[in-house]
């Protein structure tokens, strides 16, 4: 009889540590899935950001090799992830519409091209600002005072850029904040049922002289591996979903670079750890406070 009690005991104990471990999972990949939203905008607002290109337009007297020379100036500075050469024939080209013929825009200024050769560009993400795209612009015209006639981009693109992400991004990081504040009550609700089972072998411990240090040590660190699991679990369903829809949904692409993964996983094992270890410690406090009759 006692081997079956032992038995059915570390069956109960097992079941209840498997129970924790997938419900902590689950809610940890609920979290994942908002913090990946959020490294996901910020890596389209990246690329929305280095899109926007600028030209610049030189002084009638310069021509084709001297806009080279200056290209290949631009082309040594931090601020520009790209910087390109247009001759008057690419910019026509790229001028004319999928129906528009190039020969009737040149029928129409009697053979002469009307587009000048410039020089495009486009900024790195962190300088794609209304103040960064200006500082550029008083650089380029400080550098080139002489060569540059105009800097030309769109101020409404940068500022909708910026703003409309913004935007984006705080409402994600609002859900965020609601979902840790689900999460934390979550766990620390099912850590708390989970130490309930063992509530008189916590009180057995003191009852013979154990300190309180001794009987928290196996279970913090106990909540340690449970969130460390917890975390690669949902990190493994996050990966699931993440190719799932990279390869089953041709209409949806999503991309991570290896910093914005990691980033991702930190944050979940950070947070499992955290929030498993601390919800331990107060359920474990709450325990050993309470009296020998109040555990009945």
């Known amino acids: 009889m006692s081997q079956k009690a032992e038995k059915f005991s570390k069956q109960g104990v097992r079941t209840s540590y498997v129970s924790t471990v997938i419900g902590i999972s ?10 990946g939203g959020i490294i996901g905008l910020r890596n389209i607002q990246k690329q929305a950001k280095e899109s926007l290109q600028v030209d610049l337009f030189f002084k009638a007297d310069l021509n084709d090799s001297d806009i080279k020379q200056i290209e290949q100036k631009l082309k040594t500075w931090p601020k520009f992830k790209e910087v390109f050469f247009v001759s008057k024939s690419r910019a026509i080209e790229d001028f004319k519409g ?9 029928d129409i200024y009697e053979g002469e091209n009307p587009f000048p050769a410039t020089i495009g560009f486009k900024p790195k993400a ?116 993440y190719f799932a829809l990279n390869n089953v949904l041709d209409s949806i692409e999503i991309s991570y670079d290896l910093i914005g993964l990691l980033i991702l996983f930190g944050s979940i094992l950070s947070i499992g750890i955290i929030i498993t270890f601390v919800s331990t410690w107060f359920a474990l406090n709450k325990f050993l406070r309470m009296k020998l009759d109040d555990l009945y």
């Open 126 to 241: 962190e300088y794609a600002t209304k103040e960064g795209m200006k500082q550029i612009k008083k650089e380029l015209e400080a550098a080139f005072p002489d060569e540059i006639d105009e800097v030309n981009y769109e101020e409404a693109s940068v500022n909708s850029v910026n703003l409309g992400f913004k935007q984006f991004v705080f409402l994600f990081g609002l859900v965020a904040l609601l979902l840790i504040i689900v999460a934390v009550a979550m766990i620390n609700n099912t850590i708390r049922l989970a130490l309930y089972s063992k509530r008189f072998t916590i009180k057995t411990m003191q009852l013979v002289g154990a300190t309180h240090a001794y009987i928290r040590r196996p279970f913090l660190l106990q909540s340690i591996f449970q969130g460390f699991v917890s975390a690669v679990i949902g990190m493994a369903l996050l990966m699931t979903l």
């Open 98 to 106: 999928e129906d528009q013929d190039k020969s009737d825009i040149l």
């Open 26 to 35: 689950l809610v940890l990949f609920m979290m994942g899935l908002v913090i």
